[in-house]
Each structure stands twice: as structure tokens, then as C-alpha cells.
């Protein structure tokens, strides 16, 4: 069992919904992305998303884009980012997610890939514009490597691809709360709940919803069925904003702590 199967199974055996948080990369730098993954830990974060920086992030909303942009303009490469992981392993065993698209893994190399991957204790990878009709080999080569395939189900997923992503998924699923890209959203969609339901259905695996969710109601109305509440853009946005003024970490670790505390 792995860092992340281990974290839900903590999380459900105390009764409690667990919190994610995306980041990108190298945004404002590397050095204070490793930094703020330490803040989020401290704030009661369980587990962390490093999103690999991509030229054209078609799944993301413009912010975290702009993210990708600044991260990209500052050399952040997937090395980098694999790295910046192993880094974290002096310090810290927070369960850590690499969102990525498919063009920066086969760059480096498959086969690299996931062999450094594990080795720097990266814990699971989701691969955005990785159709599960065209996985199973990639889900072979991460799971003989102990690495988490997670994969998005939408609520215009057919209960046939649900059913074949979760047989492909391990660690969870992530349930995207709307169709379109990241950001961040005055309400949270309805349908998600429904779509939560439908992948239930399929499997035991946690799911976690995620896409538009930004404030403390909004993660206390997911908690209410989904297992694990994750917030990107709305981080993101902050780290646009704060970094580089005085204490802006500690900002983003109190915004953050106000998410979590809706939890608790």
C-alpha cells in the first residue's frame, strides 16, 4: 500500500473527508514551491498535486495557464519538477500527485519516467490527455513501479469508460465537478453529485472532487458526498497575486487552513 491508499485509509478510520490541493510547479520557483508544500502540510493538507508546466495546458483555465507560463519562463522542466519531489523526501512524506499531460512524459521518456518517478517517491501520477482506451500499457509500467494511476471521470462519462477507468485507477478517482476547464466558480455544479453516485457504482476506490471549488461552502457542500475536496485555481490565483510580498507563504498557508477548517 502506498503513501496515498495509506493517507485515505488514516482519513476514513478517523471519521474525516480529506483535502487536496493542486500547484504548479516552479510557480513563482521552484525553491518556494518546495516550500509551500511544506506550509500546506502544516495547514492539515493530505495530499499535494504538482501540476509538471506545459506550453499548452488545454485542460486548465487561465489561470493556472499563466501559472504554467511563469514556470515554463523560469526552465522548470519535468526533471525539475521530479527532482524538486526527492528534495521534499528529506522532509516530508505528504502524498504527492504529478499532474501532467502526456507530451512532457514522452519527451523524457517513458520508461524514465516512471522509473525516476518512483525513485524520487513520487506517489502517483494523472496524465490529462491520457484517454483510458490508450492506457494500459503506461497503468503496467506505473504499477510495477508502485506509482497510482488516477484518471478524471466527467459527468459526461458513460457508465462503460467509468467502469474502465476504474479498473485502470488505483489510490482514487477524481471526479471533475463540470465540463470545461479549471477555475474558479461561484457554485458548485449539481451534477456532480449524481456523477459521484454513478462511480460508486463501479468501484470501492475514494473519489475526490475536484474543478470550481473555492470557498469554505463550497467544500463543506462536496465533503457531504464525495471522500476528498481538492482546490487548485483558487490557490493558484493567490500565489499570482501574493508572491514575492513579505510573509506571502504564511498568506496562502491561512487561506488554505480557512478550507481545511470547513472540514473539520
Not at 502540510?41 to 499563466?66: K, M, Y
Request: glycine residues 10%.
Amino acid at each position: 500500500m502506498g503513501r496515498i491508499s495509506e493517507k485515505f485509509q488514516d482519513i476514513k478510520l478517523k471519521g474525516r473527508k480529506g483535502f487536496i490541493v493542486y500547484i504548479t510547479a516552479g510557480d513563482p520557483d521552484l525553491y518556494s514551491t518546495g516550500a509551500l508544500v511544506l506550509e500546506l502540510e502544516r495547514r492539515g493538507v493530505d495530499l499535494v498535486e504538482l501540476g509538471v508546466p506545459f506550453s499548452d495546458p488545454v485542460a486548465d483555465g487561465s489561470t493556472i495557464q499563466r501559472a504554467s507560463e511563469r514556470a515554463l519562463r523560469n526552465g522548470v522542466k519535468l526533471a525539475n519538477v521530479l527532482g524538486l519531489v526527492g528534495e521534499l523526501r528529506g522532509e516530508s512524506e505528504l502524498p504527492v500527485l504529478l499532474f501532467s499531460y502526456l507530451n512532457p512524459i514522452l519527451s523524457f521518456g517513458p520508461e524514465r519516467f516512471v522509473r525516476e518517478a518512483s525513485a524520487k517517491g513520487v506517489d502517483g501520477v494523472l496524465v490529462l490527455d491520457l484517454p483510458p482506451e490508450e492506457a494500459e500499457g503506461y497503468v503496467q509500467a506505473m504499477w510495477t513501479h508502485n506509482l497510482d494511476t488516477v484518471f478524471l471521470v466527467a459527468p459526461t462519462s458513460t457508465d462503460g469508460r467509468i467502469a474502465k477507468i476504474a479498473a485502470l485507477s488505483t489510490g482514487f478517482i477524481y471526479c471533475v465537478s463540470r465540463t470545461g476547464v479549471t477555475g474558479e466558480r461561484d457554485k458548485v455544479s449539481p451534477e456532480v453529485r449524481a456523477t459521484v453516485e454513478r462511480v460508486r457504482r463501479h468501484t470501492e476506490l475514494p473519489v475526490a472532487v475536484g474543478f470550481g471549488i473555492s470557498r469554505p461552502e463550497h467544500v463543506k457542500e462536496v465533503a457531504g458526498y464525495a471522500d476528498a475536496v481538492v482546490v487548485g485555481s483558487a490557490v493558484v490565483r493567490r500565489i499570482e497575486e501574493f508572491a514575492g510580498s513579505p510573509g506571502w507563504i504564511f498568506r496562502i498557508g491561512s487561506f488554505v487552513g480557512e478550507l481545511v477548517g470547513a472540514l473539520r
